[in-house]
């Protein structure tokens, strides 16, 4: 199965992909997560990457569809398919992802719940599992649940970067809700919804494709 996750920052889409990925078996990549890898790592394309993200700015395209061809190509997408969360997330991404998809998913999420969620979000160094302060806290306070790595909090969440990455998204990333559209595979789900409630209905869509 082959699906993308569409909507603005702070809806939901990795933690949902996180936990879809593990039920259904199918990678997740997250291109915020592969660029943030190579950042800690401190390669040249990490380097490159953190100037447009320390900003709430996109990475240029050329280098976003490089490490997506190159991630889809790997075996395990190749046989199971993918969860693509963060990406595309222009025209041209899109046009060079091609038309195979199975399904997007969209992700309509209110701007209250988007701050409030990005205010407190904090992810896993280790495995980039998600919490919230409030939503979703870790049992033992900034550490992973899952793999017992320590929790930050992502330099782009903070409150101006959030209001920048908000404006891009709404000018480069939400036509592309109308292109899925015509193309006939467009889904829609609240992203408002609590964690456990989307999830279910999440599940059930996508398990019965
Ligand atoms: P995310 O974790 O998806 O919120 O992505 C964090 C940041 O990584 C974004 O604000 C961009 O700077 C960069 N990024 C991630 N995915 C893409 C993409 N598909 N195109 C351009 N920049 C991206």
Known sequence: MKVVFIGPPGAGKGTHAFMLSKKLKIPHISTGDILREEIHNRT???LLAK???DKGE???DEVMVDIVKNRLGKKDARLNGFILDGFPRTKTQALAL???LDIA???KTSAAVIISRLAGRLICRRCNANY???NI???KSGICDTCGGKLYQRKDDREETVRKRLNIYRRQTSSLITYYKQQGILK???GDLDLIRLHKIIFNMLKSR
């Open 44 to 46: 040249r394309l990490g």
């Open 51 to 53: 100037s447009f993200m």
């Open 58 to 60: 996109l990475v240029p």
């Open 98 to 100: 091609g038309n195979n």
């Open 105 to 107: 998913l969209y992700f």
């Open 132 to 134: 919230h302060i409030k």
């Open 137 to 139: 806290p870790p049992k």
């Open 188 to 190: 829609e789900v609240n």
